[in-house]
């Protein structure tokens, strides 16, 4: 039967294919497709791993027997005996041989697609005893797939196998079928991976629109929904979905009529994409002359590759802290990080490269396993240059490591975050010894341009003060508009809440652009605001003359540009400043 499940749009686009459902906890496990002569080793791989957690349980019942019954309550041989038997049940074995067999799956991959199968036919079971058995399969399987761990490399195949099985308004047997992920959560972390799986598309329970997840679902440029609630429960594994990232809607089991409108839809946006993309050598200049510089942001130093190709003329803002996450607690070091930064440097050509020093906290935790949500208000916790701060070698670490890069072409450096004199003060001085250091050293390394991000409103307040130790400004909309409205921006019960046309927000975003360019000094927009075609004309009309947003974003927001006349615009956005009500001027 087919049903929908509403949700917030986060990227746009239409993708059409079989959902793969995955438990929060295992969106980690490696999703990679196999090629057909690998299905015996994969196969194999499970049966070995299974094996040996069997062999682990057995030892641990025979030296519970030799200890004795007082030693070894009954209770817990008991249990083990059902762990064993779980571990053996056909239905796990066969259903893993089919997900490498059938779908050519990788063995993690498969065993943990079998694994929410039966664990939704627990929770339907109506007995509380065999109901809680799911606790018990979760671990057995986590054991094994803790075998698994570095067993065998990875052989990526980036393609859909071929299947037969589709609805046939849709595809026809010679393409292949597209998967999107189902979760309950993605952490950024999460999106790391899932940059490099084969993923079309993804769905999830919680999150807000300025997520950082949902951020990243951006920079892919693939349709996903979050805030989508239930999304995991009611959808099953193999189920044909449609997502709708314009709308924020995912619909499940669609009839052959929805199927072809989406798929009508999915042609449409294909072809309104190639044909943006041919203004990637267009220079950004409005109607009545104003140059506008159309940077990227970016998350790993190969995205630099995208942004050329999207025609940005620099990177207004990599995001550092992606390079810090998922790693276990194990920090990248001066020289994996020098690496890195130099390696985006290169990749943009000569092109100048702003790079922000480490912004983790909040919705951006280093680790999944790593607590930092017990804290009661992560987003106003220790964060961003609180966090930098608090542990100068670290710090220090970065930013002798930006230095360095900056004799490899030109670098802009960005620190997030800051509110205080005191913290202006302390990260100069911290600048200042990095440069001693590599002096000290002999290390090579390169002028920079000193930028703040203006996303407090205690910044956007103060700003005579920031304009007094940089050269340039970057506008952080995301979290301006966060802690201007005081509410969480990970938070989908909130979402409604989150308002760029807020009048505060305008205010504080107009006043920014307008005091830095009196006092003759870069700003530039990198929040979401700055791809949102939508407010392309606003921003422009407010005086904006520098975008950074996700290569993807940048032919829309280039179209809006050419056809914008600021001269025009500047009234027009001044009522709207002035508005109490501004989304209805902008609407009018
Ligand atoms: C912002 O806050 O607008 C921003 C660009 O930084 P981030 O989204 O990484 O917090
Ligand atoms: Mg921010």
Same mark, same amino acid.
């Given at each position: 039967?087919?049903? /929908?499940?509403?949700?917030?749009?986060v990227?746009? %686009?239409v993708?059409?294919?079989?959902?793969?459902?995955?438990?929060?906890?295992? =969106?980690?496990v490696?999703?990679?497709?196999?090629?057909?002569?690998?299905?015996?080793?994969?196969i194999?791989r499970?049966?070995?791993?299974?094996?040996? =957690?069997?062999?682990?349980?057995?030892?641990? *019942?025979?030296?519970?027997? +030799?200890?004795?019954?007082?030693?070894?309550?009954?209770?817990?041989?008991a249990l083990?005996?059902?762990?064993?038997?779980?571990?053996?049940? +056909?239905?796990?074995?066969?259903?893993?041989?089919?997900w490498?067999?059938?779908?050519?799956?990788?063995?993690?991959w498969a065993?943990?697609?079998q694994?929410?199968?039966? /664990?939704? *036919?627990?929770? +339907?079971?109506?007995?509380?005893?065999?109901?809680?058995?799911?606790?018990?399969?979760?671990?057995?399987?986590?054991?094994?797939?803790? *075998?698994?761990?570095?067993?065998?490399s990875?052989?990526?195949?980036?393609?859909?196998?071929?299947?037969?099985? #589709?609805?046939?308004?849709?595809?026809?047997?010679t393409?292949?079928?597209?998967?999107?992920?189902?979760?309950h959560?993605?952490?950024?972390?999460?999106?790391?991976?899932?940059? #490099?799986?084969?993923? &079309?598309?993804?769905?999830?329970?919680?999150?807000?629109?300025?997520?950082h997840?949902?951020?990243?679902?951006?920079?892919?440029?693939?349709p996903?929904?979050?805030?989508?609630?239930?999304?995991?429960?009611?959808?099953?594994?193999?189920?044909?979905?449609?997502?709708?990232?314009?709308?924020?809607?995912?619909?499940?089991?669609?009839?052959?009529?929805?199927? &072809?409108?989406?798929?009508?839809?999915?042609?449409?946006? !294909?072809?309104?994409r190639?044909?943006?993309?041919?203004?990637?050598?267009?220079?950004?200049v409005t109607?009545?002359?104003?140059?506008?510089?159309?940077?990227?942001?970016?998350?790993?130093?190969?995205?630099?590759?995208?942004?050329?190709?999207? %025609? $940005?003329?620099?990177?207004?803002?990599?995001r550092?802290?992606?390079?810090?996450?998922g790693?276990?607690?194990?920090?990248?070091?001066?020289?994996?990080?020098?690496?890195?930064?130099?390696? &985006?440097?290169?990749?943009?050509?000569?092109?100048?490269?702003t790079?922000?020093?480490?912004?983790?906290g909040?919705?951006?935790?280093?680790?999944?396993?790593v607590k930092?949500g017990?804290?009661?208000?992560? $987003?106003?916790?220790l964060?961003?240059?609180?966090?930098?701060?608090a542990?100068?070698?670290?710090?220090?670490?970065?930013?002798?490591?930006?230095?360095?890069?900056?004799?490899?072409?030109?670098?802009n450096?960005?620190?997030?975050?800051?509110?205080?004199?005191?913290?202006?003060?302390?990260?100069?001085?911290l600048?200042? *010894?990095?440069?001693?250091?590599?002096?000290?050293?002999?290390h090579?390394?390169?002028?920079?341009?000193?930028?703040?991000?203006? +996303?407090?409103? $205690?910044?956007?307040?103060?700003?005579r003060?920031?304009?007094?130790?940089?050269?340039?400004?970057?506008?952080?909309?995301?979290?301006?508009?966060?802690?201007?409205?005081?509410i !969480?921006?990970?938070?989908?019960?909130?979402?409604?809440?989150?308002?760029?046309?807020?009048?505060?927000?305008?205010r504080l975003?107009?006043?920014?652009?307008?005091? /830095?360019?009196?006092?003759?000094?870069?700003?530039?927009?990198?929040?979401?605001m &700055?791809?949102?075609?939508?407010?392309?004309?606003?921003l422009?009309?407010?005086?904006?003359?520098?975008?950074?947003?996700?290569?993807?974003q940048?032919?829309?927001?280039?179209q809006?540009?050419?056809?914008a006349?600021?001269a025009?615009?500047?009234?027009?956005?001044?009522?709207?400043?002035?508005?109490?009500?501004? $989304?209805n001027?902008?609407?009018?």
């Open positions: 039967m087919s049903f /929908a499940v509403h949700g917030l749009a990227a746009r %686009g993708a059409i294919g079989r959902a793969v459902l995955v438990a929060s906890s295992r =969106v980690d490696a999703h990679y497709f196999i090629a057909p002569a690998d299905m015996a080793r994969e194999d499970v049966r070995q791993a299974r094996n040996a =957690v069997v062999e682990e349980i057995m030892r641990i *019942q025979r030296s519970l027997e +030799e200890r004795g019954p007082k030693e070894a309550p009954h209770e817990l041989t083990l005996d059902v762990h064993l038997m779980l571990l053996q049940d +056909e239905s796990l074995t066969l259903g893993v041989k089919h490498i067999t059938e779908r050519l799956y990788n063995a993690e065993l943990t697609t694994l929410e199968i039966i /664990a939704r *036919q627990f929770d +339907e079971m109506e007995d509380p005893y065999l109901r809680e058995r799911k606790a018990d399969l979760e671990q057995v399987v986590e054991r094994v797939l803790r *075998q698994m761990k570095g067993a065998a990875p052989i990526t195949v980036p393609r859909s196998p071929r299947r037969s099985d #589709q609805p046939d308004l849709l595809l026809d047997d393409m292949d079928v597209p998967l999107v992920l189902v979760a959560d993605l952490s950024p972390a999460d999106m790391l991976q899932f940059k #490099q799986s084969v993923f &079309a598309g993804f769905v999830t329970d919680v999150g807000g629109k300025t997520s997840t949902a951020i990243v679902a951006r920079s892919m440029d693939i996903a929904v979050v805030g989508a609630r239930g999304a995991s429960q009611w959808v099953r594994q193999d189920d044909w979905v449609i997502i709708d990232g314009d709308a924020g809607v995912m619909i499940v089991d669609p009839s052959p009529i929805i199927l &072809a409108e989406y798929g009508f839809k999915q042609r449409q946006a !294909d072809l309104e190639g044909r943006l993309a041919r203004l990637r050598h267009t220079p950004a109607l009545d002359g104003q140059k506008i510089e159309l940077l990227a942001n970016i998350e790993m130093p190969e995205d630099a590759q995208a942004a050329l190709q999207a %025609g $940005a003329v620099g990177v207004g803002l990599f550092s802290e992606f390079l810090f996450m790693r276990e607690g194990k920090l990248p070091d001066e020289e994996e990080q020098y690496q890195a930064y130099r390696r &985006a440097v290169e990749g943009m050509h000569g092109l100048p490269v790079i922000r020093t480490v912004d983790v909040a919705d951006k935790p280093l680790d999944k396993t930092e017990a804290n009661l208000n992560p $987003a106003l916790g964060r961003a240059i609180r966090w930098s701060l542990d100068p070698a670290m710090f220090l670490n970065q930013l002798r490591a930006i230095l360095r890069a900056a004799a490899h072409g030109r670098v450096l960005l620190i997030p975050m800051l509110a205080h004199a005191h913290e202006i003060r302390a990260t100069l001085a600048i200042q *010894q990095a440069r001693k250091q590599l002096d000290a050293r002999g090579v390394h390169g002028t920079v341009s000193l930028g703040a991000m203006i +996303e407090v409103p $205690a910044a956007a307040l103060s700003l003060l920031f304009l007094k130790y940089f050269d340039f400004l970057s506008i952080g909309t995301n979290d301006l508009i966060q802690y201007t409205l005081a !969480d921006r990970a938070d989908e019960a909130v979402a409604h809440l989150y308002d760029p046309l807020h009048p505060a927000v305008l975003v107009a006043e920014t652009i307008s005091l /830095a360019q009196a006092h003759g000094k870069g700003v530039c927009v990198c929040g979401e &700055a791809g949102d075609v939508s407010l392309t004309r606003l422009l009309g407010l005086g904006l003359h520098s975008f950074s947003m996700h290569p993807a940048i032919p829309a927001v280039k809006e540009i050419l056809r006349d600021t025009k615009l500047r009234p027009w956005a001044l009522r709207v400043l002035d508005s109490d009500e501004p $989304a001027e902008l609407t009018a």
